[in-house]
Every structure is written in C-alpha cells, then in structure tokens.
C-alpha cells in the first residue's frame, strides 16, 4: 500500500553552482544575521552539521576553528548550521572550548552558528535529504564575493569533511577567477594549472608551436601551464 503521505511532502528544490545564494535572516551565536548581504565582498563557507554535541561534528568545529587564520587570508568567512536551538549552540560551543582534542591545546569557535529550528534555511540550501528528515547532513557551500554558489559538497552523516579540500577548492576557484585556468586533478597551489583547450585550427597549432618554457602541450586539447 503507498504511503499516504508521500504525494503531500515538501519538494523543494536545492540550489545548484551558479545560481544564486538563497537569501535568509537568522539568529546566529554572534547575533542577527541578514545572508548574504551580511556577507558581500567576502567568500564563505556555509555548512550544516547534523546534530550539537555529536562525536563527528565536534572534532569538525575544533579542525574548522583551528583554520580559521587560513580560510581569513583567502578572504573567505565561515558560518555553520544546524536545526538544533540557539542555546543549545551556545552550550555546545562553550563545552567545546575546554576540549584538548590533539594535545595541542583547546580553541575557542570563531564563527556564527545558525540557530534554524524551523527548518527554514536547511530547506532552501536542500540540506534534508532523505537518510535525515529532521537532521541536516553535513552540506558544504561555498559562495563567492557576489553571493553565487561556486562549489557544493556533502558527505553522509558519518564521515567527517576534509577541511584542507575545501580551502585547496576555495584557491582553485580563486585562481581561475584571477587568471582564467583550470586546476587538474590533485592539483596543489603551486603545481602547472590547464589553460582552456583551443577553439580553432589556428589557435592550436600556435599553442603547440610556441615555444613557451612555461607551457607543456601534452596533445592539442591538453596544455599544462607553470605556475
């Protein structure tokens, strides 16, 4: 027998690259918030953890906090999200500054964590999928200067993000937008980028004849380009 309820759920659609942040007001740990106008001019990192007081997303806010330097001098802001409520972020922000989880010392939590017990921004950025109906998965947005979604991750609800990918994404973004180059697998900052692959005849001929220490054309689609 169908479930009655399934032609009645809430379809909403996620955003994608290249559309625009979905905009909100919220109540953040660091107060009110007006996104992303709040935010213009800077790059950020907006994620969802799952549930306050977990295993996995404590060990992810101490890693995140500990980055915070990185990610400030890639002109590039952090703010988190859960369903859980305003005083329990504080809580759980505030139990985490007294844990030591390396040795290396506790951190204190730097960045605004939004308070969405209505669900509301969770809906609009699509961070409810269907493993975690009243938790949000761990969603990772990035968003330019402009306010447009460059990059979306998400990883299940047991396994912790990779904070060095997504500052090694944020300079990869940050790089084709200053020089116009693709960055190829594994690439590192500092290693040979792509340049686009030719348009015509001419164009790649020249490209493979240039004679430019700085260009290695493996094949005419594909010319590695130094740093």
């Not at 806010?61 to 400030?72: G, V």
């Amino acid at each position: 027998m169908a479930d009655a309820s399934f032609g009645t759920q809430e379809k909403v659609q996620m955003p994608l690259i290249g559309d625009r942040a979905p905009e909100f007001r919220a109540m953040t740990t660091m107060g009110k918030i007006s996104f992303p106008c709040d935010f213009k001019g800077s790059w950020v990192v907006l994620f969802s953890h799952p549930a306050d007081f977990t295993p996995v997303c404590t060990t992810e806010f101490i890693a995140l906090a500990k980055a915070t330097d990185e990610f400030a001098k890639l002109n590039t802001r952090l703010l988190g999200l859960s369903i859980d409520s305003l005083h329990s972020h504080l809580a759980w922000v505030k139990s985490i500054e007294g844990i030591d989880l390396d040795g290396k010392g506790a951190v204190k939590v730097p960045f605004p964590v939004i308070a969405d017990v209505s669900m509301n921004v969770a809906k609009k950025y699509g961070m409810l999928q269907s493993v975690a109906k009243t938790q949000t998965v761990r969603a990772v947005f990035v968003i330019d200067p402009e306010g447009v979604i460059r990059s979306i991750l998400f990883y299940p609800m047991s396994t912790g993000r990779n904070i060095p990918e997504i500052i090694r994404i944020i300079k990869a973004l940050q790089l084709h937008d200053a020089e116009n180059v693709s960055t190829p697998a594994d690439w590192k900052p500092g290693d040979p980028v792509v340049m686009g692959a030719p348009l015509t005849l001419e164009e790649a001929e020249g490209r493979m004849n240039s004679g430019d220490e700085n260009l290695r054309c493996v094949d005419w689609y594909l010319t590695m380009k130094k740093q």
